[in-house]
């Protein structure tokens, strides 16, 4: 949560990050809710996030209705 100011937080966000990049692992930031953190977490290379900064949770029928809208 506090990954964008507690030195520890970001310690062991950059190591699981390059744990998952050495595996060649996909990595998904869970609970991202401030835009510091979606900066941090691109900064070490995380490109892909869920938590309140993008949305909301959303039925799954919702859900699917979005992601058609953004291809289309």
Request: glycine residues 8%; negative net charge; aromatic residues 6%.
């Amino acid at each position: 949560m506090d990954l964008h100011q507690d030195r520890d937080d970001a310690a062991i966000t950059q190591a699981i990050i390059s744990i998952a990049r050495s595996l060649g692992l996909d990595l998904v930031a869970e609970g991202v809710e401030l835009d510091e953190q979606r900066h941090f977490l691109v900064e070490q290379g995380c490109d892909c996030g869920q938590g309140y900064l993008f949305s909301k949770p959303v039925p799954a029928a919702v859900f699917e209705s979005l992601l058609r809208a953004q291809q289309g």
